[in-house]
């Protein structure tokens, strides 16, 4: 009930920085918790950070302290700043927006169509 779309993927040199958006539209943007997934061949997705409709925000320890998600329920944006990348940081990341339950009403999530993010020198 939600479409995204992500953006801002690219190649950056080890130690670098990156911004990643996601642009939600088609529903009730601020009821949804936000996710950031990654993925390479191979693995499962892994999720990386995460925002409540709140504001609470969480991160999976691999990226503590170099990556920060944040929302702007104006803008219906969700974005990952991404610092002092690893060459392992290397994946396809995704936007997510959680399923829920609100008035009564339930509201699928989706998922955006990922944006490549490479770290090498």
């Known amino acids: 009930q939600v479409q995204l ?3 801002g993927g690219g190649l950056v040199q080890p130690g670098g920085s990156l911004r990643l958006s996601c642009a939600a539209s088609g529903s009730i943007f601020t009821i949804y918790a936000m996710g950031w997934y990654r993925q390479v061949p191979g693995k ?3 999720l990386v950070a995460r925002v ?3 504001g609470k925000t ?3 320890d691999s990226v503590k302290g170099r990556f920060t998600i944040s929302r702007d329920n104006v803008k219906n944006t969700v974005y990952l700043q991404m610092s002092s990348l690893k060459p392992e940081d290397t994946a396809v990341y995704y936007c997510n927006a959680e399923p829920i339950y609100y008035s009564g009403q339930y509201y699928s999530g989706s998922w955006g169509q990922g944006t490549q993010v490479t770290v090498s020198s």
């Open 5 to 7: 779309v992500e953006s």
């Open 44 to 46: 499962e997705r892994e």
């Open 52 to 54: 409540t409709s709140v």
């Open 58 to 60: 969480s991160y999976a």
